[in-house]
């Protein structure tokens, strides 16, 4: 059974980082795609980050490009979200997803890709 488990969020004052983390169990490491999403009040679930089985490829959203970094541990257990310089627009709670890939580069920037969701955790950024 797979099981997608998300942590890591919390308030942060502008300019801080947060690191997520998220555990996938149930799949292979090898056919696991996996990304971060996140969804503010009143707004719709936006793609934040994504990232290749083999973590050769990744997707970010332009208004995260050069502040979060998305990675996965040597064993492929553990998805990681590094965020920098936050901002107040980063409110949002943050969802980790996980879906069978598609090919060994294929990454996915959409919700409708993804079919494994965790509870989501969230990250606050006061203004």
């Known amino acids: 059974q797979v099981r997608v488990v998300e942590s890591g969020g919390g308030s942060v004052q502008a300019g801080g980082s947060l690191r997520l983390s998220c555990v996938a169990s149930?799949?292979?490491?090898?056919?696991?795609?996996m990304g971060w999403f996140r969804q503010a009040p009143g707004k719709e679930r936006e793609g934040v980050a994504a990232i290749s089985s083999g973590g050769g490829n990744t997707y970010y959203a332009d208004s995260v490009k050069g502040r979060f970094t998305i990675s996965q541990d040597n064993a492929k257990t553990t998805l990681y979200l590094q965020m920098k310089r936050l901002k107040p627009e980063d409110t949002a709670v943050y969802y980790c997803a996980a879906t069978i890939c598609r090919s060994r580069w294929w990454v996915g920037s959409l919700a409708a890709e993804y079919n494994e969701w965790g509870k989501g955790t969230p990250v606050t950024v006061p203004s």
């Open positions: 149930g799949y292979t490491s090898s056919s696991r795609c």
